[in-house]
């Protein structure tokens, strides 16, 4: 049974950090690809930020310059810097995992982020 276990959250201030984990568990072979998003109360889901073990990565516009997404083994990260309270929201990973023998896409159970004073 693969699981996707997410930690990192929680309350931070205006213009502070966070590193969100996402760790794959179970019989992995590899992941092809991770993903974060977002949804805020009241929102839709919005993409953040993705990246392949091929090299690519893309972030959405109002993220630039301030997250970072890798992957490193089993567990997708995102380094969260310059953050404002409209980063606030449940975050979730993504990821396209290969376990005996077939990718299957999974999604983390959320994490909470908080940016508030």
């Known amino acids: 049974q693969v699981q996707l276990v997410e930690s990192g959250g929680g309350l931070v201030q205006p213009g502070g950090s966070l590193r969100l984990s996402c760790a794959a568990s179970?019989?992995?072979?590899?992941?092809?690809?991770g993903a974060w998003y977002r949804q805020a109360p009241g929102k839709q889901r919005e993409l953040i930020a993705g990246?392949?073990?091929?090299?690519s990565i893309n972030y959405a516009d109002f993220v630039k310059g301030r997250f970072t997404i890798s992957l490193e083994m089993n567990t997708v990260y995102m380094q969260m810097n310059s953050l404002k309270p409209e980063d606030t929201a449940v975050y979730y990973c993504?990821?396209?995992?290969?376990?005996?023998?077939?990718?299957?896409?999974?999604w983390g159970q959320g994490t909470q982020v908080t940016v508030s004073s």
């Open positions: 993504n990821a396209q995992v290969r376990s005996d023998g077939y990718s299957r896409n999974y």
């Open positions: 179970g019989r992995i072979s590899s992941i092809d690809a």
């Open positions: 990246i392949s073990i091929y090299g």
